[in-house]
């Protein structure tokens, strides 16, 4: 049996370690800027305008009335790159059905054409912003792992958000 001291020193150890813990979980957490509005659940979605590799802007109005899934990517990030072909099968099953999977690199634009000249994909790649409040921040991905991806209704609605890749059934189920 432990002594009155031990005990005291086993609690104080005990809440110091949960501290820590509390402590690197926040600080892991990209904090969102005073006055930058994130994309939530339920909520219209926000107005998206980024350009793609040829310098064409997409707006994501311009997908309006169609299901749309943004997919946050990066040609460093090993789980995002196993997704890539997941998400390109997807588009051919749905895309005639209007729905239309957008990737948002989130990545040097030289890194992403080098990487998709050899893994080509049948979607939009668009260029995410990097600096803050990085374009996955403004979506939602506060942590800002990737994969990441965001589900908007054929209404402009933000239905679901999704950290780590997305399996094909998922998919199969947003798209519907």
Known sequence: MLSRDNLVILGV?????????????????????AGTTVAQVGEAAPVLALPDLQGHVHRLADYRGRR????????WCGPCLDELPVL??????????????????????????????????????????METPSTS????????????SVLIGADGRVIATHRGPLDATTLDQWLK
């Open 137 to 148: 921040l403004l979506w939602g991905d506060r942590s800002q792992v990737l994969p990441y």
């Open 68 to 75: 749309v899934l943004l997919n946050f990517w990066a040609s």
């Open 88 to 129: 390109d099968r997807t588009q051919a099953k749905f895309g005639d059905q209007g729905a239309i999977v957008l990737g948002i690199a989130m990545d040097d634009p030289a890194r992403v054409r080098a990487f998709l000249a050899d893994h080509p994909v049948r979607f939009p790649i668009l260029l995410g912003r």
């Open 13 to 33: 150890a005990v809440l110091a370690a949960a501290l820590g813990g509390w402590l690197q979980h926040e600080s892991r957490l990209a904090h969102v800027p």
